[in-house]
């Protein structure tokens, strides 16, 4: 499985952006790029994909480099309740499962 | 739409015994996966299910088995329970199994083994 690498933890302050890092210098060309995030005592929940180009959905934005050996999930107005950990994970195109890691513990002060 | 839903929400069980639990897909899909969560750590694919077959496997060992029925639904079978199956068992179903398909979990099991 490709491996991805995430700071084990970041802060934020209410209403402002939040932008965490990931990198996966040994990604392949038919890997997709997942983010999924796990509230307190939840299951995990998807947030948004990509393959190459940079997405916007309503809960967050993809920035992918444009080697794509990393990627950048934005935050633009983080609230309470994005307090969560997020999972950055490469999923071959063949590959049926998620490969989650540590992922990022992100915190949001009031 | 009642969103992926699993059952029991927690269980008890000794070491040695036989546990089975159950998945309900979203409404609309047909491709439900197991994984299980220790605590402090990330999910752990354990299999996943599509046209009632086991499509691909992680590494988990043959005490785990699974099964879909025609309606989608799944169940998860762990034999001969050992401490360290203590865990979060999730359930996630998609539209298909394509790693395009984003994956919908339910609130998961909880199993204490003791």
């Given amino acids: 499985d490709a491996k991805t690498t995430q700071p084990n933890s970041m802060e934020s302050n209410e209403e402002e952006p939040v932008h965490l890092p990931c990198n996966h210098s040994t990604i392949s060309g038919t890997d997709y790029i997942h983010w999924y995030r796990q509230l307190p005592s939840q299951g995990p929940e998807y947030v948004i994909h990509g393959l190459t180009s940079n997405v916007n959905n309503r809960m967050a934005s993809l920035a992918i480099a444009e080697d794509r050996k990393s990627s950048t999930l934005i935050l633009h107005r983080a609230t309470l309740r994005d307090a969560a950990v997020y999972y950055c994970i490469l999923r071959d195109s063949n590959d049926y499962k998620l490969s989650f890691g540590a992922g990022t513990t992100v915190t949001v002060r009031a | ?114």
């Fill in chain 2, 1 to 114: 739409d009642a969103g992926v839903t699993q059952s029991p929400t927690h269980l008890i069980k000794t070491r040695g015994q036989q546990v089975t639990l159950r998945c309900s897909p979203k409404s609309g899909h047909d491709t439900v996966s197991w994984y299980q969560q220790a605590l402090g750590q990330g999910p752990q694919f354990i299999f996943q299910y599509y046209e009632e077959e086991e499509r691909q496997r992680g590494n988990f060992p043959d005490r785990f088995s699974g099964h879909q029925f025609p309606n989608y639904s799944s169940e998860l079978n762990v034999n001969a329970l050992l401490l360290g199956d203590s865990a979060l068992y999730l359930c996630a179903s998609s539209p298909g199994p394509q790693a395009y398909n984003e994956q919908f979990f339910g609130p998961g099991t909880r199993l204490t083994v003791l």
